[in-house]
């Protein structure tokens, strides 16, 4: 399966884990997990949401391509 999400780069990157997400999403660990390994995926919403806790612009969690401001 190709990847879909950049979630568990990202936050490996930020050496946060899926637990610590889920705690600040106020989501289930097994939902975030799922997003990690990309069996499922997040709405666009809780995307934006995801890139706004973890400071980053929502594109980096969806493509490996350097992202110019």
């Not at 666009?44 to 995801?50: C, G, P, T």
Request: aromatic share 2%; net charge positive; hydrophobic share 40%.
């Amino acid at each position: 399966m190709d990847r879909i999400n950049r979630l568990k780069v990202v936050l490996v990157e930020q050496n946060r884990t899926g637990k610590w997400l889920a705690e600040q999403l106020g989501k289930n660990e097994a939902t975030v997990s799922r997003w990690c390994s990309n069996s499922s995926q997040p709405s666009l919403e809780m995307l934006v949401k995801i890139a706004s806790i973890l400071n980053v612009d929502p594109r980096e969690l969806i493509t490996s391509k350097p992202i110019i401001k």
